[in-house]
């Protein structure tokens, strides 16, 4: 099974401030990789996919990097609505696992 | 636009059996694997299993391997999936979710909850 480590497991930022998230797989998943996005209360939406594209309707300021086992999802300026929980996925192998989450947060 | 409508969620006994569908309208169904990934009280994103669009190959995480069979029905553009022996690990809200020709989960309904519980 491949594990996704996420982190970090909070981040603590304001409005306007840039994100970086990072998503490390135990084994190489080449570009299979996805983010998601979930807010409270709410299903989960896809934002990127194949490591790097962003999914319709997806704004410009994600923007998903990587290869290999090693990726990265960027916000370039949170807006309000942006705070949330984002995870990871690889698409690999069987199973499917996700990461364990990391929490953009209002600081 | 995609809709996925998932019920038969609820209470139920360890031991205990539970139906969940997902009703999915807005796409060709048939074309589409779909699959189920589930959220436990407070915790992360868990997948459990995806079916093929066509040929129905079926998939599962070793956590519910044996216990759970998910299944569809073009005609009626339904995903059941039905879960046998559910133990308390087993409470979680339950997704039903679309996936795109490259297997991305693209399409989510709101989820459906299961509590395992005496």
């Known amino acids: 099974e491949i594990v996704l480590t996420q982190s970090p497991a909070t981040l603590s930022l304001s409005p306007g401030e840039g994100a970086t998230l990072s998503c490390r797989a135990s084994?190489?998943?080449?570009?299979?990789l996805a983010w998601y996005q979930q807010k409270p209360g709410q299903a989960p939406r896809l934002l990127i996919y194949?490591?790097?594209n962003r999914a319709t309707g997806i704004p410009a300021r994600f923007t998903g990097s990587g290869s290999g086992t090693d990726f990265t999802l960027t916000i370039s300026s949170l807006e309000p609505e942006d705070f949330a929980v984002y995870y990871c996925?690889?698409?690999?192998?069987?199973?499917?696992?996700f990461g364990q989450g990391t929490k953009v947060e209002i600081k | 636009e995609v809709q996925l409508l998932e019920s038969g969620g609820g209470l139920v006994q360890p031991g205990g059996s539970l139906r969940l569908s997902c009703e999915a309208s807005?796409?060709?169904?048939?074309?589409?694997?779909m699959s189920w990934v589930r959220q436990a009280p407070g915790k992360g994103l868990e997948w459990v299993s995806s079916?093929?669009?066509?040929?129905?190959?079926?998939f599962y995480a070793d956590s519910v391997k044996g216990r759970f069979t998910i299944s569809r029905d073009n005609s009626k553009n339904t995903v059941d999936l039905l879960m046998n022996s559910l133990r308390a690990e087993d409470t979680a809200v339950y997704y039903c979710?679309?996936?795109?020709?490259?297997?991305?989960?693209?399409?989510w309904g709101q989820g459906t909850l299961v509590t395992v519980s005496s």
């Open positions: 996925q690889q698409r690999s192998n069987w199973p499917r696992t």
């Open positions: 079916i093929t669009g066509s040929d129905g190959r079926t």
């Open positions: 979710a679309k996936l795109s020709n490259l297997w991305d989960n693209d399409g």
């Open positions: 194949g490591a790097s």
């Open positions: 084994q190489s998943v080449t570009t299979y």
């Open positions: 807005g796409f060709t169904f048939s074309s589409y694997a």
